[in-house]
């Protein structure tokens, strides 16, 4: 498996329900390397372009107003297959679907507030990557655990 990096986002529901914390600790117990973090209400601007793919939808409307609506936690998280890895950390999409144990299906009330979002491949991870972030905030660092040496 090659590294690679993926965008993921705490909706305004997991931020204001006081989720972020878990959520982080499940990517990093999980072994990613977090490279890259904010916290921004996002403009309907960003919403539309990041959901653009859904914009003929019914419920294109409703998404944008959603992630509008408080703040949101977004990040890029690092590692080996993190792309796939992450959306099985995440789960489903419909919470009731989502296995438990994933963060859907422990956390997420219904499909309409369910909690976080990820990049589904990675085209996705670098058009919602550059979307959110630019290059001087993705951080290039080297955990201290892979430089340590016994002598």
């Given amino acids: 498996?090659?590294?690679?990096?993926?965008?993921v986002a705490i909706k305004p529901d997991g931020v204001q329900r006081g989720l972020v914390g878990e959520i982080l600790s499940r990517f990093e117990r999980?072994?990613?390397k977090l490279i890259a973090l904010?916290?921004?209400i996002p403009s309907r601007d960003l919403a539309e372009k990041h959901y653009g793919v859904h914009s003929e939808r019914p419920f294109f409307a409703g998404l944008v107003d959603f992630i509008t609506s408080g703040?949101?936690?977004?990040m890029v998280w690092e590692g080996e297959g993190v792309i796939s890895s992450s959306r099985r950390l995440i789960g489903g999409t419909k919470p009731l679907e989502a296995e438990p144990g994933t963060?859907?299906?422990?956390l997420a009330m219904n499909i309409g507030?369910?909690?976080?979002?990820?990049?589904?491949?990675?085209?996705?991870?670098?058009?919602?990557?550059?979307?959110?972030?630019n290059s001087e905030e993705l951080n290039n660092w080297i955990p201290a655990d892979q430089v340590w040496r016994v002598e």
């Fill in 1 to 7: 498996m090659t590294v690679e990096r993926t965008f």
């Fill in 30 to 32: 999980k072994g990613f």
């Fill in 38 to 40: 904010k916290q921004i």
């Fill in 71 to 74: 703040p949101v936690v977004a």
């Fill in 103 to 106: 963060i859907r299906g422990d």
């Fill in 113 to 133: 507030r369910n909690v976080i979002h990820g990049s589904d491949g990675p085209d996705t991870a670098a058009f919602e990557i550059s979307l959110w972030f």
